[in-house]
């Protein structure tokens, strides 16, 4: 419903704010070149926003995180990064938070790349396309 009310930054910012409360972790949100979306698309980015800051929080250890949503001619973009203490890539990760985001993405047709290195953190970009 905030989606629809606030549209997808205001409510990301709302989040990240009390996100960033709870969990004592900096958080840095960088917007640019914002533009309408269809609801689907927000709702997804959204969705795997809260998803990768869950795991932020339960899994990491990290001190900061850094998010950019990028509105880009043709494509959206939000990549979500921690300076936490990352995961072997090599090992299936336990629980299900980036099989959710990764299939979240693909289901509105975008792309997802996950990079983590053990003691450095964890970088998560979504890439979907917009018409």
């Known amino acids: 419903m905030a989606l629809k009310e606030k549209g997808l930054v205001v409510t990301l910012r709302e989040y990240v704010f009390e996100w960033e409360s709870r969990n004592n972790i900096q958080n840095s949100l960088r917007v640019e070149g914002e533009q309408q979306l269809p609801l689907k698309v ?23 995180v850094t998010m950019a949503l990028l509105y880009n001619t043709g494509k959206v973009s939000l990549t979500i990064e ?4 990352g995961f072997n890539m090599a090992q299936k990760p336990k629980g299900v938070g980036l099989r ?8 509105i047709g ?9 003691d450095k953190g964890t970088r998560i970009e979504v890439t979907i396309p917009i018409s």
């Open 42 to 64: 927000e709702q997804a980015l959204y969705r795997i926003s809260q998803e990768s800051l869950a795991n932020v929080a339960r899994h990491s250890h990290a001190s900061h």
């Open 82 to 85: 921690d300076d936490g203490c």
């Open 100 to 107: 959710s985001i990764k299939e979240r993405a693909e289901s």
């Open 110 to 118: 975008g792309q997802i790349i996950i990079e983590s290195i053990p």
